[in-house]
C-alpha cells in the first residue's frame, strides 16, 4: 500500500452474528496491530438465527434490537466499527439497491482486505447472497465509471471465513490464521451473543481444532504452542507476495 | 524459523532445465536475500528433452555432460548450487532407492521452502513422478523412526511451479510472484540453455503475462511498475500466517 | 421421525411430466407403503415440452388443460396427490411469491423427504430454477421467525432425481433405489402421457440400466432378480443413520 | 446442416471491445470462408472498461460514442455485422426484456454456432451475466411455444472464448483453433481499438501462446508452422460428430 | 444378506491406532448388534506414528511391540478381532504379494461392510497406499478366476472414515453416522493408546463437532439429544436401498 | 495428416472383449471408410471376465483361448487387426516391460487416432492401469532419445471409450460419435462373444441412448434419423482444428 491511509479491514457478513463466531480473531489481530475493521451486517439475522426470541414470543422490532446491541457489543470487544443495513434476512434478497450501497462503502471505507462468507451453502441462502454481492460491489466499485462519491478502489484481497458446516459448502482451507494471541478477546466477543451460548465452546473447539492443524503445517520447528488457537479463510483470489513462505 | 540456520530453499525437478523456465525468479529472489536456494535434478532430461542433440547425432553420455554443463551454468547465474541424481528420464522410475537419496537429502538441507512440479501432467510422466517422490520423501523425512542421518525434518511448505500447459495439468495460481527486480538474472539464467533458444521468448512473455495478473491481483493503488514480471505457484498445503493480506 | 404423522414424501419439478420419467419408482414406493406423496408442478411445460400440440395448433389453454390431465392421470397411477402452481415455463421464474407459496406447502406437507431437480441443466434451465426455489424455500420454512403457518420445518433429506442427460448435469448417484416391485405401476403411469410415447421405452431402458448397476453395486449374493429395474438419486446433504449399510 | 442457408456464427458478448480480442480469430476463419458472422454487444463497456476516456473527462454518451465506433470498424475488418444492444454495464442487469431480445436475435440469424463468454468471471460479473442469458436465450429459442417470430431453432454447439485470467475462471481450453491465415486481420481488427492499446501485445503474445500449445497437441508430422498463432475455447456440450479426430 | 452368516465389518488400516480413532464407533455399533468386526493393520506405524518412543530411545522391536499390544487392548474394548500384517511403514510399500493376503482375507472373513482410508491424504502417504491395496483386493477378490481359497466376494459397500485434516485430504461426508450410544466404549478404546494422550480429547471434540452437525442433518423433530456423537464417513459406491431416507 | 501413410486407429484395452462393447462403432467407422485400425489386448480377461467358464470348470488355458478366439472373430467382423500381449489380468501388473512392448507398437503403427479406457474405474483396477500404460508409452514414443525401433511420435489425440458405469468413473461425454451406418456390424461383433450375451442388448440400448443425446446435441435440424445410434468419448487433450464446429 503506498499510501499513509491507515490499513482496514472490511467484513460483509449476512447475519448479525456471523462476523464473531467466523472472523472474530482476524478482526482482533488487525485492530491489535492499530489497523482499523468495520463490520457490515446486511441483516440483523431476525428470523432466521433468532429461535429462541421468536419461541419466547418476541416481537420482530424487539428481536431486531436485541440482535443489534448484542452484535455492538461484540463489535466493541473486538475494536471494531460496525454498521446494520437492515435488509431483512430469510431471505436476504439481493437487490441493486443494496449493492448501490455496498459499493458507497467501499468507496469510502478503501479497505485493504476483504472477509465474507463463501459462495456456497446449502444449509442457509443468506450466506451466498451476502457474499456474492459484496464481491459484485467490490468489482463495481474499482470502476471508473460507476458513478459513486470516491476514487476507484484497488483490488483488496478477498478471503471467504469458515462456515458451520465447512465441507458441505466446498470450503477447503488456504490459509490458518494464528489467532492465539487474541483468542481471549475473540471469546469474549462470543460471549456478547448470549442467546447462543451453546456456540461458544463449539468455535473455542473449533479454534483448537484450527490451532492443531496450524502447528501440523507450520512444522514442529516454528516452536508454536500447544494451545495454538487457528481461523481458517479460503482466498477468491491469487496471492500477490515477492516471497513464497 | 527459530534456528539461526541460513534460510534454505530446495528445488527438485525432474530434468536438467526445469527449474530454469519455472522456477528462476523464485530462486534468485531467494538468493538475492542472501538464502541458500540448492537445485536437486532427477535426471538430465537426456532422452526427452533432447530431441535437437539426438538429431544431430550425439551419444547418450555427450548429450548428458552437455545438459549438465548447461544446468551447471544456470544454476550459477541464479546463486544456486545443484546436484544431479542422474536417475535417467523417459521414464524417470520411482523406486524405494531414489526416494531414500531425496530424504537423507531434505535431512541435511532442512528446507524451509519446497519447490517441485504439479502432480498431473498429461504431456509428461516424468513431471509427476518428480513431484511423488518429492513429497513422499518430505513426508518420510519428517518421521522420527525412519532411518536417515539427521534430524526429523519440519513441515516445510511446498510449491508447485507452473507447467507448459498449465490448464491442462489443473494448475490454477494460488500464488503470483514479483520477479521483478530478478528477471534479468532469470534471463540470463535461460541464456545458458542454447538448445533451447526458442523458450527464452516463450518464459519471457509468459513472466509480462503473469506479471500483468499479478498487478491486476494487487490493484493499482500498488504502484506495480508496467513492466512487472511474474511467476505463478499452487500451494500444496494451506498458508499458515498471523496476518491477512 | 417421532411424530405419529403419516410419512410425506414431496416431489417438487418444474413440468408436469418430469415426476413420472424421474421419480415414478420412489413415488409409487413410498405409496405402496402407505406413505403419502404429494407432487407440486410448478408449470405445466406448456411451452418448453409440448411441441406436437404447438405444431398441432392448439391454443395455450388447450395445452394446459391437456398436460394438467395427463398428469393428473399419472399421479393417481401412482397413487399420489399433486398440485399445479401454473407459474408458467419457458421461462420459469424464480419470485418471491413463488417461494413463498412453496415454503407454506413445506409447512402444511412436512414432508419426510424431499425429490426435485439437480442444480445444473445446461438444456434446460427450468429444472435448476425449480431446484433453487425448492431448497430455498425448504431453509426458509426451517425458520421459526418465517412468516408462514405451521411450525417450522425439521430437515428433511432432500435427494435430486436423474435429468436427461445425467453427465452433462454432473450427476454422479449416490443412491440406486430398487424400485422392481412397482415398475409396472410407473409404465401404466407413464403410459398416462401419450404425447410422449418415445419416452416410454427409453425411461424403461434407463430403469432396466439402472437396474443392472444396482445389482453390480449390491453385489451377487443379495440375490436380485436379473430384470432389476432401479431409479438413480443425488443427495445434497449428508446422510444420517445409526448403521452403515 | 441441412437447409442451404449461409452458415452464421453469432458471437453474444458483454462488452463493446470483447469478441475484437477474443473471439477475432474464428469470427475471420468464418467470413473468410463466406459465412456470416454476427456480433451482439449487450453494452458498450462504457463504465467498466473505459477508465482512461472517464479519466480524460468525457461524458457518458461520448464514450458510448467512442466505443460503438471503435466497435464497429473492428467488426468491420473482421467482415462481421454487429449490433449493440445497449443494456448497461457494470454492471450488465439480467432481465427478462434483455433476453427476450436474444431469443429473437436467435431465431431471425438461425446461427449454427455461438460464441460468448464463460460461465465464471471473478473479476467481472458482466460476462457471466452476458453467458448466462445467451444461454437461457438459446433455451427458450428453441420451445416451440416460446412466443417470438421465427422457427424453433435448433441446437447450435456453443463455445466459450477465453478469459482475461483463464485459471481463475475454470477456463481449460477443449479446443485449439488455427487463426494463423487470419491473424492479420485479427491485429487489424485489435488496432481499431487505441484506448486499449497495451492488449494489442497482450492478446498477440497470447496467440502466440496458444499457437505452442496447438502445436504441440497436433504433433510434429502435421507441419505446422513455426509461427502457428491460436485461440482456445471450451464447448459448453459435447461435440457431435461422425469421425473422431 | 441372504445367507445366515453373522454379519461382517472389515476394517482395513494403515497403522496399529488408525481404526480407534476414525472407526471405533462404528465398529463398537457393529459388534454391540452382535456382529463380527475385524481390523487388519498392515503396519504397526511403528516410524512414523511413534515419535515419542523414539525420542525415548525404544529399538524398533520394542515399539512394534508396544503398538501391537495397545491395538489388541482397543480392539478388545470394541469387541473386535485384530490381525497385524506388519507390512512396515513410512513407508508401507504396495506389493502384490500384500494384495493377495488381503484378497484372502476377503475371501474367508467375506464382509458385508468394508472401512478404509480415503485415497488422498498430502500428510501421510501410508493411508492412501493402504485403501489402495484393500480396494484393489476387494476387486480381486470378486473375480471368479482369482487362484485363492474361497468363493468369489459379493460387492460390499466400502466407507471411507475421516482423516487428520479432512479439508485437505478431499474428504466431503457423505454418511454422519450416530455414535451417541457406544461413544464411552471409543473412549476407553481411545485410552488404551496412553502414547497419544494428546489425541483423545482431540477426537472427542470431533465426534461432538460431528454429532452437531448430524443433528443439523436430522433435523430437530427426529428429538437427537444435545449430545449426540457423531463419526463421518465418504462412500465410494452408491447407496443400494429401497427406500429413500 | 501429411504423410501418404493410411491412417490408422489404434485401440488399447485391458481384457479381450472390451474394444468390441465400447468401442465397436469407431472401429467399424475407420475401417469401413479404408482406414486401419489395430486392437491391442494386453490380456485376454481370462480371470476377471470369464466367470461363466470358471464356474463351467475350464482350465486357465482353454479359458485363453476360448477368449482369443472370440476376440479374433469379433475384430475380423469390424475389419480390425488384433494383438494379444498376454500380459495377466486381474491384477493387469505396470511394468517397464510391458510399457516398452506399447512404446514399441506405437513406433511401429503410427496411429493417427488412440483409444483406450478410461483413467479412473472403481469397479476394475485392470482399465485405469491400462490407460496408464497406454498414455504412458504414447508419451515414451515422442522422445527422440527412447531407444526403440522406428521414428519419434507425432501428437496423436487420445480418446477414451466409455466405461461401464460412466458416472462412476467421472467420465463425462465429450464426443457423441454418430455410428448409425455400422452399427449392424457393431452387433454382429459383440455376437461374437456368445459367453456374455446379456451384454448384447445391454451395449445396444446404450448405443440408442447415446444416439437420442446425439440427436438432442446436434439438433432437430440437422435430420438426423430416430434410430440413431451413438457411442461416447472423452478427449484427454484439447481438440485442433481450424474450424468450430
Given at each position: 500500500m503506498t499510501s499513509a491511509k491507515t490499513p482496514t479491514l472490511l467484513v460483509i457478513?449476512?447475519?448479525?452474528?456471523?462476523?464473531?463466531?467466523?472472523?472474530?480473531?482476524?478482526?482482533?489481530l488487525a485492530t491489535g496491530r492499530g489497523e482499523l475493521a468495520k463490520v457490515v451486517c446486511l441483516s440483523f439475522g431476525e428470523r432466521g438465527e433468532s429461535a429462541k426470541a421468536w419461541r419466547a414470543g418476541r416481537t420482530l422490532d424487539e428481536i431486531?434490537?436485541?440482535?443489534?446491541?448484542?452484535?455492538?457489543?461484540?463489535?466493541?470487544?473486538?475494536?471494531a466499527e460496525i454498521e446494520f443495513l437492515d435488509a431483512g434476512d430469510y431471505p436476504l434478497v439481493e437487490t441493486p439497491e443494496l449493492v448501490d450501497r455496498l459499493v458507497r462503502i467501499y468507496r469510502e471505507v478503501e479497505p485493504d482486505v476483504v472477509l465474507t462468507h463463501?459462495?456456497?451453502?446449502?444449509?442457509?441462502?443468506?450466506?451466498?447472497?451476502?457474499?456474492?454481492?459484496?464481491?459484485q460491489a467490490r468489482v463495481l466499485a474499482q470502476a471508473a465509471g460507476y458513478d459513486a462519491p470516491g476514487e476507484p478502489l484497488g483490488a483488496p484481497p478477498v478471503f471467504f471465513f469458515e462456515p458451520h458446516?465447512?465441507?458441505?459448502?466446498?470450503?477447503?482451507?488456504?490459509?490458518l490464521l494464528d489467532i492465539t494471541p487474541v483468542f481471549d478477546r475473540k471469546r469474549k466477543a462470543m460471549e456478547c451473543l448470549?442467546?447462543?451460548?451453546?456456540?461458544?465452546?463449539?468455535?473455542?473447539d473449533l479454534a483448537k481444532r484450527r490451532g492443531v492443524q496450524l502447528r501440523r503445517n507450520a512444522g514442529p520447528n516454528l516452536g508454536l504452542p500447544h494451545d495454538t488457537m487457528g481461523e481458517a479463510y479460503m482466498r477468491l483470489y491469487p496471492q500477490v507476495t515477492d516471497v513464497l513462505a
Open positions: 457478513s449476512a447475519h448479525a452474528g456471523d462476523f464473531v463466531w467466523r472472523a472474530g480473531g482476524a478482526i482482533a431486531k434490537a436485541i440482535r443489534r446491541e448484542e452484535a455492538q457489543n461484540a463489535a466493541a470487544a473486538l475494536g463463501p459462495l456456497a451453502d446449502p444449509y442457509n441462502g443468506d450466506h451466498p447472497a451476502a457474499a456474492r454481492m459484496a464481491l458446516q465447512p465441507e458441505q459448502c466446498d470450503f477447503k482451507p488456504d490459509v448470549p442467546a447462543q451460548q451453546h456456540m461458544w465452546d463449539y468455535y473455542t
